[in-house]
């Protein structure tokens, strides 16, 4: 077996923390690191203590890019990048010049605040709505990679 590359590592990391997310639509996970240390997690779902939308159902709403693209969002939700991001704050721990690891690539809502709370890198193994944010990434200081997933083991 091989040994997984440390952005295969955090990003299985990202996959498991996706396990914990009470969306009905997607399993979100992030993980933010800073030399080879997690500083904070966060999936996709409700807020502590309010009910998930596993339990009462989606609060769905519809709205529409720039260029007339129909987006469905749930009111109900917070992204796994914001859940890290407030995990972050709330045990004061400083992300400036972290890099962070999702199972998706952002929405143009996430990258706004990844840019502004200065990390450096999002990693991502599944790209979403790519065409959305890739005209933001030519105006930040953050950089997206695509991390492949580690190759499967041949059975023994």
Known sequence: MER???DQYFMTIT???AERSTCLRAKVGAVIVRE??????GYNGAPAGFPHCT???CLIYESRTPTGEVELN???SIHAEMNAISQAAKNGVMIAAADI????????HCLKVLVNTRLSTIFYETEYKLHTISEWLDYGRIKLVHVAP???SPPS
């Open 36 to 41: 080879r240390s997690i500083l904070a997690t």
């Open 55 to 57: 339990e009462v159902g």
């Open 101 to 108: 690891y999702v199972t998706h690539t952002p929405c143009v």
């Open 4 to 6: 997984p590359s440390w």
């Open 74 to 76: 749930c009111y109900r």
């Open 150 to 152: 580690p190759l499967a």
């Open 15 to 17: 996959r498991q923390v």
